[in-house]
């Protein structure tokens, strides 16, 4: 079946420590996208990446930091520069045609130590 | 930047009663208004969409409406059943090959379906 994998699905951040949240499609999907969600928010856009090898900032991409080597994979690191990193993580993928139709995973929560 | 406020934060129906859930947005410009279904512990699913070209769109049990005029649209669903019980997200983009990096979420109505 296609789709977006996320894992893990549940994940610790110890005091000083960089983490890193994965994230595969086969979609084959060109666009790929991480947001974050806090309780009673909205979704918020992390990073997001239009094609291979290139990537965009989003609304609050501070203490984050991506790749896109593979169409397949856009894994975020959350590193220990994010100060609030507890939170629910989606990540998203979208067709370039009519790219604002989403399919997401099914998320990865992370908390603090 | 575009603006998107959602309400009720929190809606408590009666299985088999209709629900509706309110969004404004800010930008005359925004021409794209997905609804989004998340179910606890999963991401969040579309559900249904409209363009500003139309006023209305409608699939089974719920519908999307649209007042271009007052920036406000509105997801109804009628013969509500317990699996609808989620949060719902609405969203506005101006989608112009500008894709989802131009869409901005509601804070989400959590829908609750009393037995």
């Known amino acids: 079946d296609g789709g977006i994998t996320q894992s893990p699905k549940y994940l610790f951040r110890k005091e000083g420590q960089n983490v890193t949240l994965s994230c595969e499609q086969n979609?084959?999907?060109?666009?790929m996208y991480w947001y974050r969600q806090d309780p009673g928010q909205g979704l918020r856009l992390i990073y997001y990446?239009?094609?291979?090898?290139?990537?965009q900032k989003g609304d609050i991409a501070e203490g984050y930091s991506v790749s896109r080597e593979k169409k397949e994979s856009f894994p975020l690191t959350v590193t220990s520069a994010q100060k609030n990193p507890t939170a629910f993580y989606l990540c998203?993928?979208?067709?370039?045609?009519?790219?604002?139709?989403?399919?997401f995973g099914s998320g990865t929560q992370l908390s603090v130590l | 930047g575009e603006n998107v406020e959602q309400h009720p934060s929190t809606l408590s129906v009666q299985e088999g009663d209709s629900a509706v859930i309110k969004c404004t947005y800010s930008d005359s410009a925004s021409n794209y208004f997905p609804w989004y279904k998340q179910e606890l512990g999963k991401g969040p699913q579309l559900i249904i969409d409209i363009r500003s070209n139309v006023g209305e769109k409608k699939d089974q049990r719920i519908a999307v409406t649209l007042n271009k005029t007052a920036k406000h649209f509105s997801l109804h669903i009628t013969e509500t059943q317990p699996e609808d019980s989620a949060v719902y997200f609405c969203?506005?983009?101006?989608?112009?090959?500008?894709?989802?990096?131009?869409?901005?979420f509601g804070k989400g109505t959590h829908l609750i379906i009393q037995p």
């Open positions: 969203a506005a983009s101006t989608y112009s090959g500008g894709g989802a990096d131009g869409l901005t």
């Open positions: 979609l084959n999907h060109d666009a």
């Open positions: 990446s239009q094609i291979v090898n290139d990537f």
């Open positions: 998203a993928s979208s067709t370039d045609r009519g790219r604002s139709k989403l399919f």
